[in-house]
Structure formats: structure tokens, C-alpha cells
């Protein structure tokens, strides 16, 4: 008769198992925490890795700038502002941590000069940058603003040039030397429509760099502001426009924010 074959098993466990180290969690988690995800959105959108500071923007063509949100009380918080890759995720938020409730008293200096400083914080709640506005009275009649941008270094400042009509800054880098100038449409400052296109020239005023737009948006039904620059332009000059950005809402825009829509006059293209 065929005998049926013997298979032996061998133990399992053999001697006594010996732990000799520790599970460990990857030393990126435990050294990087999220903020609060309140102030940042989440998509299947992602454009970009995780770097910080001014790396962030070595490979972006677009910004979109637009005012916070308290969403538990569903007011805007004051010189506290999101920047987003258009329809996808959020890559800083610039805070005014001194400033972010209206003052209850009155100062009469601010009738003269008027300052804040702004913490623009990655995701992960580390500073990129800090930006410093501030400004003076200019003759008598006009008051000029100037912000500056470090990060942590002195990276450059952008500062507004007198003008009785229209719209002019001028970007310049940590050796006071001018790169750019943004010009806008020739119109008195208190003139201004809540929808207008600002150019960034280059030093030499031969060829357009960047554009900034205020533009209404019919999804998020809110204002915002759109900075386009090429995607080769230096991270410290795109680091100083995204400054300018906030330059220019705080000048022309820092009450249309809370606009329910857009205005009955037409944009204006200024090209």
C-alpha cells in the first residue's frame, strides 16, 4: 500500500524573542505640526512640495491674496490675509498679530502715520517672512507708505512715489537698488474702482513683468487680489511683490473687502 507522506513543521518559536530597540516615528512628523486648519484649504489640487520660506515660490506663476475669515463670527479679521495657488491649496498666511481688532480709541498720530507688522507664517506655522509697513505725511497733502520685507535678512522694500493722479511704487532690493516699478491707472487714490489692473514694469520701463488684478470673485463671492509673474522671475523679487500685494490692498482695497459685489461702474484695463 502507498503510504501517505510525513510533512514536519518546524517551531515557530524556537527561543525566547528579544526586543532589542524601540519603534520609531519618522523624525518628520514629530518636528513638523500643522496650524489650525481653520485658516488653510485642503484639495486634491496639490501644486507644490513642502519647502518653506521663499522657496515656496520658485516654481508658482500665480497668487491669489483675499482677506481672512473668522468663521466663528464670520467677520473679516483686519490686515489678515490668505495666499493661495488659484483653485488650490494655501501656501502662507500673513497675520497682524498686533492690529488684527479695530483700535476702540482715538490717536490723533494716526491722522499722520499709520504702521503694522506682518507675520507671514508656511503651513506647518513657521515665519517665511516679516513685513514691515509704515508711512509718513508727504507734503501735507499725501500720505506715503513703504514696507519692507525680511526674511530673515533684509530682503528689499517697496515704497510709494508721490503722485497727485494715479499709481506708482517703486521695488527696490537690500542695496536700494531698483528693480521694478508698478504703475497703475490714472485716477485720484479716493477715485478708485473696486475692479483695476496694476503693471510691473521693469526698471528700464521696456517690458512688463507682473500684473496685479482686483477682481471680483463669483465663486467665493469676495474680492481678491490675482498677482501673475513668470515663473523664472527671482524668489526675492516675487517675495517683494507678494509684499506690494499686500501694500496695495491695505492703500486702495482694505474696505472693499467687505463689498457683498462688485461695483455698478465697469473695470478698468490698464494695459
Known amino acids: 500500500m502507498e503510504q501517505n507522506p510525513v510533512f514536519t513543521i518546524p517551531s515557530v518559536y524556537l527561543k525566547p524573542t528579544v526586543i ?10 514629530r518636528e513638523r505640526r500643522s496650524m489650525n486648519t481653520l485658516d488653510w484649504t485642503s484639495t486634491s489640487n496639490l501644486q507644490i512640495t513642502t519647502v518653506f520660506g521663499s522657496y515656496v515660490l520658485n516654481d508658482l506663476e500665480q497668487l491669489e491674496i483675499r482677506q481672512i475669515v473668522d468663521l466663528m463670527f464670520g467677520k473679516k479679521r483686519k490686515f489678515n490675509y490668505k495666499v493661495k495657488i488659484p483653485r488650490a491649496e494655501t501656501v502662507f498666511l500673513a497675520l497682524d498679530l498686533g492690529q488684527t481688532e479695530e483700535s476702540s480709541c482715538w490717536d490723533c498720530a494716526n491722522l499722520f502715520r499709520d504702521e503694522f507688522t506682518l507675520n507671514v507664517v508656511n503651513r506647518y506655522g513657521e515665519k517665511a517672512f516679516t513685513m514691515i509697513m509704515k508711512s509718513r505725511l508727504a507734503y501735507m497733502v499725501s500720505r506715503l507708505h513703504v514696507i519692507k520685507v525680511l526674511g530673515p535678512n533684509l530682503i528689499g522694500t517697496v515704497e510709494q512715489n508721490y503722485r497727485l493722479l494715479g499709481v506708482c511704487f517703486t521695488i527696490y532690493n537690500a542695496e536700494k537698488e531698483e528693480l521694478c ?12 474702482y473696486p475692479e483695476l489692473h496694476f503693471k510691473v514694469m521693469s526698471a528700464d520701463g521696456r517690458r512688463q513683468i507682473a500684473s496685479f488684478m482686483h477682481l471680483w470673485d463669483s465663486i467665493l463671492r469676495e474680492y481678491i487680489l ?11 523679487l516675487k517675495s517683494l511683490l507678494l509684499a506690494a500685494s499686500f501694500l496695495i490692498e491695505y492703500v486702495y482695497f482694505k474696505d472693499e473687502a467687505s463689498s457683498e459685489g462688485p461695483s455698478l461702474f465697469p473695470a478698468i484695463s490698464y494695459i
Request: glycine fraction near 4%; proline fraction near 6%.
Open 226 to 236: 490675482l498677482l501673475t509673474f513668470s515663473k523664472e522671475l527671482d524668489t526675492s
Open 181 to 192: 516699478y508698478i504703475e497703475g491707472p490714472n485716477i485720484c487714490s479716493c477715485c478708485m
Open 20 to 29: 532589542t530597540a524601540q519603534p520609531q516615528e519618522e523624525r518628520e512628523s
